[in-house]
């Protein structure tokens, strides 16, 4: 599979949005403080929080979509037709079935695949016993749906997130010891090492052009023109997210060793918590609380934004994680939902008529591997319309295992064997 939409690295849009928003509402009055509290019970602009209710964002969820789509696309070239391919995004023509072998755990997470796909016989989701072995569940060979989920071109992301149609199963962890409360899990749930994947071209001059348009049009502008040119060669040879000269070995890079380092999960069949993990050789490193978190400054920094260094456990940011229905075709989803004032840092951000929410849906392939987009929510001006929902990117995770950072990166990077 190659790659035909181009595209920046996400967290260059995410910082351009974050960046405007700090700029256009610098000496605003900030919001009354009571929009929040120790429990995150009220988050500004997406309304009354409550457990497993979704964000009101810009777009409206719509009717749900005909499951079946794409049945018959055939997303990885090998010449068999998606519903009948045994390896989803892996070219296979010999469909050779996956050999048995010992099953790669979490144990709670192949529980939880194997119940609902019980219960959900129809569904486009594959168990480990339903996989080739050119993409088999019990040897390395799942980390070869990732790559092909991420070497896909944009548009062919979008397509794969329609086509599962329904959200399979949850992510299995540790058990929530306060369900429906803010508090951060106990224990190291399970742990979803991820590579995040920027959006087109096309999609990453949408919020550039919305911010130039004065917050007005995402849909025409400078930023458009230049996609255009960016996204054919020879620049696209540099630009290519994932594969491009520039972007490709930062991405790499920081995903092994300076700062994302994926998330852990905490859920049951119906969902839990979530965590952020961020600069684990720092704040996961022996003795940071009583070296850090523990210290005035630490504890400064943890009055400010409760997130950052919370006590006991050294993660940034927590979210909610629940079933609901996707903003992309109106079909079942996992949503993760970083709400609230002492969840993440886009809930604390209250500036007048100025905020933004990232929300993001998940929707299982094959057993421990997961399509994740991240959505941008930004409120400008709520009350004159100046407001965008954006898919900032692509998350593509791995829970089975986990591989190593080096596992992930060399298998992610690897040409597959027919190419």
């Not at 144990?107 to 609902?116: I, P």
């Not at 168990?127 to 070497?151: P, V």
């Not at 959200?167 to 991820?194: L, V």
Request: aromatic share 12%; net charge neutral; glycine share 12%.
């Amino acid at each position: 599979m190659s790659r035909r939409v181009r595209g920046w690295g996400m967290r260059t849009g995410l910082l351009t949005a974050v960046l405007a928003l700090v700029f256009t509402t610098a000496g605003l009055p900030a919001a009354a403080a009571e929009q929040g509290d120790d429990f995150g019970k009220w988050d500004g602009f997406w309304g009354p929080w409550k457990w497993g209710s979704q964000p009101q964002l810009t777009e409206k969820v719509p009717a749900p979509a005909a499951l079946g789509r794409y049945d018959y696309a055939d997303f990885d070239h090998d010449g068999v037709p998606n519903i009948k391919d045994n390896c989803l995004l892996v070219p296979n023509t010999d469909q050779k079935p996956a050999g048995k072998g010992d099953p790669v755990g979490p144990g709670d997470m192949l529980g939880l695949a194997e119940k609902w796909k019980k219960q959900h016989p129809d569904s486009r989701f594959r168990t480990d016993d339903q996989l080739g072995e050119a993409c088999s569940g019990y040897n390395k060979n799942y980390l070869k749906t990732t790559k092909g989920l991420i070497e896909a071109p944009d548009e062919v992301k979008d397509q794969i997130f329609e086509y599962l149609g329904q959200s399979g199963p949850m992510f299995g962890g540790s058990k929530d010891p306060k369900p429906g409360s803010p508090a951060y899990p106990e224990g190291q749930g399970n742990f979803a090492a991820s590579l995040p994947m920027c959006s087109s071209w096309k999609k990453e001059s949408e919020i550039a052009d919305w911010i130039a348009s004065g917050f007005n049009d995402k849909t025409k502008g400078f930023f458009h023109w230049l996609a255009d040119i960016a996204s054919k060669p020879p620049f696209d040879k540099w630009t290519d997210c994932g594969t491009g000269n520039l972007p490709k070995p930062v991405e790499d890079t920081a995903f092994k060793y300076w700062f994302w380092a994926g998330k852990r999960l905490y859920t049951d069949e119906n969902g839990g918590k979530i965590s952020n993990r961020f600069f684990p050789g720092i704040t996961e490193a022996p003795g940071f609380d009583k070296l850090v978190s523990d210290t005035p400054i630490g504890q400064f920094i943890n009055r400010l934004h409760p997130g950052i260094f919370p006590k006991g456990t050294p993660q940034l940011g927590m979210g909610y994680i629940y079933r609901g229905k996707s903003y992309r075709d109106g079909n079942d989803t996992i949503l993760m939902d970083w709400r609230g004032p002492n969840n993440y840092l886009v809930g604390s951000i209250f500036m007048a008529q100025s905020g933004w929410l990232i929300y993001d849906e998940c929707r299982a392939i094959q057993t421990g591997v997961y399509h994740c987009s991240a959505v941008l929510d930004l409120v400008l001006d709520n009350s004159k319309g100046k407001r965008i929902t954006w898919n900032e990117g692509w998350m593509p995770w791995v829970i089975k295992g986990p591989p190593s950072k080096d596992e992930y990166i060399d298998a992610i990077r690897s040409p597959f064997p027919s190419s």
